[in-house]
């Protein structure tokens, strides 16, 4: 990636998150002081990480970690692994975590955190030691009642279960540190797939307004990771049938439907939707814009734009991933009708059951699942009639809604504590 390249992400990222929350505050009238502290972050942290590398040569990575907001409780957010993470990107997804932890209302505030690096290419034992010295940099900025990380693209249980470990051997035996453990060591049933199982409670709710049947609703889903993997398998399972995934490299489209158990045997014997047979091979681009009821992005950020809004033909956009659609695409959008389900509901079902197992930690209780699930789905529900009786109140879009309920639940937090 050039330097002009990574420059404008950082900037559009940053950019939509700020459209979204001024547009918002100018609804509720929010006044000026509110608007400008609630625009800057607690903290920053970036620190460079010297590894080792398993051929004797050492390397440096930067990491960060963006602390939002604490004024509704710890903050909370994933840690992602990614060669184009920077500090923009991360400053702007911890922001978002903010808007989405009150939205639901649970008692977090907001954060993020990322290493640049291309675990792809990297060992087990890499990034075993670079996840240990990255922690051991910032471990006392974080905790279970500071600021909680979580997993995020291209981490996982076993990341999560190296940060609680090395967090313990510094502060004690602390599971609560961290969520999206191994279900072993302190992790919660169903939190795995918990983004996935959100996704699917809330495309049946979409449907449902919109006076549609789920059963034989064609699906395509941008990003088959453990998020579009999940709500992939759920919507089949619930009748609706997935005719497009994709992965970092490339889709598949069969108008027929695709058979998900095969795709992810193949993915999982290659390492890449590549080869497979029983599908047209198309890109992720060709992947937006193919004939579906409803479209999934759940890949990284800033693939819906003005540019290719036009040619989508999903009637319901869920956004399963992070800040996937700009706001001159969201004008095209709802102009043509399509129904957007905001990513600020759309994929907070992760950080709902990361409080559950959080709760349970401290706790040191244990929850079955089917009572993680329950409770999942009476919280996003809950959430979603709330956005939607403000947004059809004050004739806005479901996005101005969510962020309006956010800000206004923050702001009144600040002033109760008297920051």
């Not at 998020?227 to 609706?240: E, F, M, P, R, T």
């Not at 409770?375 to 004050?394: D, E, G, M, T």
């Amino acid at each position: 990636m050039t330097f002009v390249d990574e420059t404008y992400k950082r900037a559009e990222s940053e950019r939509i998150i700020a459209y979204h929350f001024d547009v918002a505050a100018g609804k509720i009238n929010l006044d000026h002081e509110m608007w400008e502290l609630l625009k800057v972050p607690f903290r920053e942290i970036k620190v460079q990480i010297p590894l080792k590398m398993d051929d004797g040569r050492v390397e440096i990575f930067v990491g960060y970690r963006i602390q939002h907001s604490q004024a509704r409780g710890p903050m909370k957010g994933g840690i992602r692994y990614h060669h184009e993470v920077n500090l923009g990107e991360i400053r702007a997804l911890a922001t978002i975590m903010t808007w989405k932890t009150a939205l639901t209302d649970i008692p977090f505030g907001g954060a993020k955190g990322g290493i640049m690096c291309n675990p792809k290419v990297m060992s087990a034992s890499e990034l075993e030691r670079l996840t240990r010295s990255f922690i051991a940099r910032i471990d006392t900025s974080i905790g279970p009642n500071v600021d909680i990380p979580a997993p995020d693209v291209n981490t996982n249980p076993q990341v999560m279960a190296w940060i609680m470990d090395e967090y313990s051997r510094r502060h004690g035996y602390t599971p609560g540190v961290v969520t999206g453990k191994p279900v072993e060591l302190g992790g919660s049933l169903g939190r795995n797939e918990a983004t996935g199982r959100g996704i699917m409670y809330l495309t049946h709710e979409a449907l449902k307004d919109l006076g549609m049947d789920v059963a034989g609703r064609t699906v395509a889903v941008q990003g088959i990771g453990n998020v579009g993997g999940h709500a992939a398998k759920l919507l089949v399972d619930s009748g609706c049938k997935v005719v497009a995934v994709s992965d970092s490299k490339g889709g598949l489209y069969n108008p027929k439907g695709l058979n998900l158990a095969k795709v992810s045997a193949h993915k999982e014997d290659t390492g890449s939707l590549e080869g497979y047979k029983d599908a047209e091979h198309i890109t992720n681009k060709e992947l937006l814009e193919i004939p579906c009821d409803i479209l999934i992005p759940a890949a990284l950020e800033g693939v819906i734009t003005g540019q290719n809004a036009g040619a989508i033909k999903a009637k319901v956009l869920v956004e399963a991933a992070n800040i996937p659609t700009s706001p001159e695409a969201d004008d095209i959008l709802l102009d043509k009708g399509v129904y957007i389900m905001p990513d600020l509901l759309a994929n907070a079902g992760g950080v709902v059951v990361s409080y559950f197992e959080w709760t349970q930690n401290l706790q040191a209780s244990y929850w079955e699942e089917d009572r993680v699930n329950r409770k999942l789905s009476n919280i996003l529900l809950k959430s979603y009639a709330h956005v939607k009786q403000v947004s059809a109140q004050n004739k806005v879009s479901l996005r101005t809604a969510a962020y309006a309920i956010a800000i206004e639940k923050v702001a009144r937090a600040i002033k109760l504590r008297g920051f």
